[in-house]
């Protein structure tokens, strides 16, 4: 695949995940030991594509000063910035001049995902086609753009989320488009494909063809997918060549301690130089570097951000902790609550579904 180039749109705000995106852009947010991106990057090296261009927006040195020529990954990197996010279609148009190959594949930067990329450029090649979209089938089709093929793999429509999907095979966020087609998408201006680039080439007769496989996917643009996403990469649910450990229950980085008597497993990856208490029980969780969890506290399926505090007895559940905040003694948090960077929750308190 030397011939093939590799563009990952890494310019979205991530608002889903806030307050985590606030400082760091979503693709940059440590998963599994290693900012996310880091993970896809090592599938595209895998797959034998050694080029890589960028398109960046917010907080678009984050990922330079991470990645810097990508001679560690084994990669050329690129890095193009939009002063304005021109959206997925305006993101790929902004980068065609830094492109030189006859197909290029084109990655959403938010999903985790182990198809074999090789098989989906030899369906645009077997197939002749103008633009090929990695497909994918899922359970629950209803959250996610849902796209019907017909036969011979030749895409039929582009349905928005929908109530009643005609069929479970969803856009995967990545696909293989011959370079000409890259040029045809109007310059300046924000384009999305899905709603206006895939249906513009249907509506002109291109050839828009589907690779349709059950690989595991998933889009991390939730804190819930972000968590399930995390602990499948720690457990080798999901594959990664970038994890920082061998694969197990937890991956425990450099400089954490976890006290004896402590239970920390399903996936939960803990951050350099962060603390377990004795007696605190974490499972499925993303506890950040420098994070502290204290004694006989439960946190589960969580984040809990950099420098951060779960004091002794609290219980966390399905919560996003922020930077540097702390949650005091024997609180109890759930269903989705979010606490800012820096807020200080008194011992004791209860929170359901908020915005703290
Ligand atoms: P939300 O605000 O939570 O929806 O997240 P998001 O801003 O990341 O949007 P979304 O999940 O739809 O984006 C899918 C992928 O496209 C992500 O990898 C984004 O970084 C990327 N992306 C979204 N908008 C832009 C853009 O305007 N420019 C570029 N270069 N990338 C974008």
Redesign the pocket.
């Known amino acids: 695949m030397h011939d093939v180039e590799a563009v990952?749109?890494?310019?979205?705000?991530?608002?889903?995940?806030r307050p985590l995106?606030l400082a760091t852009?979503?693709?940059m947010l440590p998963t599994a030991g290693v900012p996310f991106l880091a993970h896809l990057l090592s599938r595209i090296q895998a797959a034998g594509v050694r080029r890589v261009v960028l398109?960046?927006?917010?907080l678009a040195e984050t990922f330079s000063d991470a990645f810097g020529s990508g001679a560690q990954l084994g990669l050329e990197i690129e890095y193009v910035v939009?002063e304005h996010?021109?959206?997925?279609g305006?993101?790929i148009r902004?980068v065609a001049k830094h492109l030189s190959a006859d197909n290029v594949l084109v990655?959403?930067?938010?999903?985790l995902c182990g198809t074999d990329l090789g098989a989906v450029v030899d369906t645009h090649r077997r197939t002749d086609a103008d633009v090929t979209l990695h497909l994918v089938r899922v359970q629950d089709p209803r959250a996610y753009g849902c796209v019907p093929t017909d036969d011979s793999g030749q895409v039929l429509e582009f349905l928005e989320k929908t109530e009643d999907p005609p069929t479970d095979q969803i856009n995967a966020?990545c696909y293989v488009f011959r370079r000409s087609v890259i040029e045809s998408i109007p310059e300046g201006r924000?384009v999305s494909v899905e709603r206006e680039t895939f249906p513009g080439l249907l509506a002109a007769g291109a050839r828009v063809s589907g690779h349709v496989d059950n690989a595991y996917w998933r889009?991390m643009?939730?804190p819930a997918d972000l968590i399930h996403g995390s602990a499948d990469l720690v457990r080798g649910v999901a594959p990664s060549a970038a994890l920082a450990g061998p694969v197990g229950e937890s991956l425990v980085l450099e400089g954490a301690e976890i006290a004896q008597g402590a239970l920390v497993f399903g996936g939960t990856t803990v951050g350099r130089g962060a603390r377990i208490g004795a007696g605190a029980r974490v499972e499925g969780s993303m506890v950040f570097d420098g994070a502290v969890i204290g004694a006989g506290a439960v946190v589960e399926h969580s984040v809990v951000g950099t420098g951060s505090r779960v004091e002794d007895g609290a219980s966390v559940r399905d919560t996003v902790i922020g930077d540097r905040a702390v949650v005091g003694a024997h609180c109890e948090l759930r269903d989705g609550v979010r606490i800012w960077p820096d807020v200080v929750l008194p011992p004791h308190g209860v929170r359901f579904s908020a915005d703290v």
């Open positions: 990952v749109l890494v310019g979205g705000k991530g608002t889903r995940l995106t852009p979503k693709p398109g960046t927006s917010y939009e996010p021109l959206g997925t305006g993101g902004n990655f959403n930067g938010d999903v966020g924000p889009d643009g939730t």
